[in-house]
C-alpha cells in the first residue's frame, strides 16, 4: 500500500550553492562574509545563562525587534523578525501574496521567489531583464497580485536608486511590494525611508552577509504596522517560536558594534573594488556590483571551462548553468589573501 504517495505535496526545491569543506581551498560561492561576527557576538553567546535556556523565548524576539528600533530609528510595531530572511520572505508571500493575479519578479533574481510560489500555488510571471541585466520598471505597470525586486538584485549585482523603487511603488498601490535587502548594506541604498510613505512596501534585510552571522539565522522586515501586523498573525498560526534564545542574544550584540560592522563592510568594499579592477585588467567584463561578489564574464573563454579550472584548484565560485547567465561566474568577495590567490590562479590561467 502506497497510496499516500498520491497525496504528497509535489515541489521544485531551492538548490543551495555547494558547501565543500576540504583543507585550504578558497571558498567564494555563496557569498558569506569572509570575517568573523563582532567579537561582542561570541561574548554575549558564552555568558548564556541555562536558567534562560529552560524557558520558552519572548515569542516576538522583542529584545531583538527593540535593538532593531534604535539601529534603524523605526518604531518596533514596524518590524517583524524571523529565522533568516529566507523565513521572513516565506512567511510574507504566504500572508500577502493570496490574489489569482500573478506576482511579479524578474526573470533574472532570487531563484527562491519562484520556489515560494510554487509551495503555495501563488500564480507568477518572470518579465525579462533589459540586455544590461536592468529592471525595466514598465514591466510592473500592468494588473498583478504583488512585486518583488531584490535590490540589489542577485546575482547580478545591480543596484536601483530609490526613484526606481518609489516609481514602481507609485504603479502599484493596491499589492504588497517586498524589496529584499540582502545586499544592500555594501553600497546600496535602503527604501526603508519610504515605508512610512507607501504603506504596502515591506523591506526585507538579513543578518547572514554584511554582519557575518548566516550560520544564525536572523532576518527581519520593515513596513506599515498593518502589514507587520498581519505577518505576525499569519506567523503565530504556524510557529509561534521561530526564533531561539541563542539567536536573539548574538542579534543584539551584533547591533551594539557599529564601528566592528562599518570597518567590516569598508575592507569588504575595498577589496570588491580591486578585485574588480584586476578582473577587468585579465579580459573579465563585471558588473556594477553594489554587494559581497561580482558578476562577470570573460571576454573569449566561456564561464564553465574557468569555473570547472578554478574548482579543481580548491577555489569555488558559482556557476549558473541555466540560459542567460551561463557565461557568468559570480564570485563572493573573500578576504585579500582568498581573493590573491583566486587572482594569481587566473594570472597564470589566462597567460
Ligand atoms: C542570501 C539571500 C537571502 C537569504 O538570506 P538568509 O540567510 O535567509 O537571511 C535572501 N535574498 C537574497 C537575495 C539573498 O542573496
New binding site residues.
Given amino acids: 500500500m502506497s497510496g499516500w504517495k498520491d497525496n504528497v505535496r509535489v515541489v521544485e526545491a531551492y538548490v543551495p550553492g555547494d558547501q565543500p569543506d576540504y583543507p585550504d581551498m578558497v571558498k567564494i560561492n555563496t ?1 558569506e562574509n569572509p570575517y568573523p561576527p563582532s567579537p561582542k557576538v561570541m561574548e554575549a553567546v558564552k555568558n548564556i545563562q541555562d536558567s534562560k535556556i529552560k524557558l520558552y523565548p519572548n515569542f516576538n524576539a522583542q529584545v531583538l525587534v527593540s535593538a532593531l528600533s534604535k539601529y534603524h530609528h523605526i518604531d518596533e510595531d514596524k518590524i517583524f523578525v524571523g ?7 516565506a512567511m510574507a508571500f504566504l500572508t500577502f501574496f493570496n490574489s489569482k493575479k500573478p506576482v511579479l519578479f524578474p526573470n533574472i ?2 531563484s ?1 521567489y519562484k520556489v515560494w510560489a510554487g509551495l503555495y500555488q501563488i500564480p507568477y510571471e518572470t518579465p525579462l531583464l533589459d540586455e544590461n541585466f536592468r529592471i525595466k520598471k514598465e514591466d510592473y505597470y500592468k494588473e498583478n497580485g504583488g512585486v518583488v525586486i ?1 535590490n540589489p ?2 546575482p547580478t549585482g545591480i543596484c536601483e536608486g530609490l526613484d526606481f523603487i518609489e516609481d514602481i511603488l507609485q504603479h502599484n498601490r493596491d499589492v504588497v511590494v517586498i524589496v ?1 535587502e ?2 544592500v548594506d555594501f553600497g546600496g541604498t535602503s527604501a526603508k525611508e519610504l515605508i512610512d510613505k507607501y504603506d504596502n512596501l515591506l523591506v ?1 534585510q ?4 554584511s554582519r557575518a552571522m ?1 550560520g544564525v ?3 527581519y522586515c520593515m513596513g506599515n504596522k498593518e502589514l507587520i501586523k498581519a505577518i505576525n498573525t499569519v506567523k503565530h498560526s504556524y510557529n509561534s517560536y521561530t526564533m531561539n534564545y541563542y539567536s536573539i542574544v548574538a542579534g543584539v550584540a551584533s547591533l551594539s558594534d557599529k564601528e566592528y560592522f562599518d570597518e567590516k563592510i569598508k575592507m569588504v568594499i575595498n577589496t570588491r573594488e580591486r578585485v574588480k579592477k584586476e578582473l577587468e585588467e585579465l579580459g573579465f567584463i563585471c558588473t556594477d556590483s553594489k554587494t559581497n561578489f561580482l558578476f562577470a564574464k570573460h571576454k573569449s573563454v566561456p564561464a564553465k571551462e574557468i569555473f570547472e579550472s578554478l574548482r579543481s584548484n580548491g577555489i569555488f565560485v558559482r556557476y549558473f548553468n541555466q540560459p542567460i547567465i551561463d557565461n557568468y561566474l559570480r564570485i563572493s568577495i573573500g578576504t585579500d589573501e582568498e581573493m590573491d590567490r583566486f587572482l594569481d590562479f587566473l594570472r597564470k590561467y589566462f597567460k
Fill in positions: 557569498n529565522v533568516g530572511s529566507d523565513d521572513v520572505l533574481t532570487y527562491f531584490a538584485n542577485a529584499d540582502a545586499y526585507v538579513t543578518f547572514s552577509k548566516a539565522r536572523i532576518g
